[in-house]
């Protein structure tokens, strides 16, 4: 077997193990999806509610075990961000006391309006 073998079978492996993981995703978990329409194009934001009326909401309230955060333009969607509901409540913990906006109806909810680039720095 040649090293470029080796490194295709693990990488092979490495793949087949995160299909697995995304098909038990789908097939065995309860799964929440939100849509962002426009706004985050425009502003390069996310909403991420934890908060309405002073009760737990969104983010904080959902019995789910994976997020997913559709950011649309239009009526197309184009791309989906997919979270692990406790590594959200992460992220949204970290980022509420810097981030969070009064939003919505009569302002009464809480959300954390996220630069989208922070959820990709390392140590969320």
Known sequence: MT??????????K??????KQ?????SNK???V????????????????????GK?????????????QILAKGNKNHCMLMFEVSELRKI???????YTRMVGDGRRSKCVILPIRKLFECGN
């Not at 939100?34 to 009326?53: F, H, P, V």
């Not at 737990?56 to 789910?64: D, F, I, K, L, Q």
């Not at 949204?92 to 810097?98: C, G, N, R």
């Open 3 to 12: 090293a470029a073998n080796k490194k295709f079978d693990l990488d092979l």
């Open 14 to 19: 490495y793949g087949q193990f995160r299909e």
């Open 22 to 26: 995304i098909h038990d995703i789908f």
């Open 30 to 32: 309860k799964i929440e």
């Open 34 to 53: 939100k849509t962002e329409r426009d706004w985050w194009y425009k502003t390069g934001n996310i909403a991420l509610e934890y908060e309405c009326n």
């Open 56 to 68: 737990p909401s969104g983010v904080n309230a959902t019995e789910s075990d994976y997020w997913i």
């Open 92 to 98: 949204v913990k970290k980022y509420k006391e810097q």
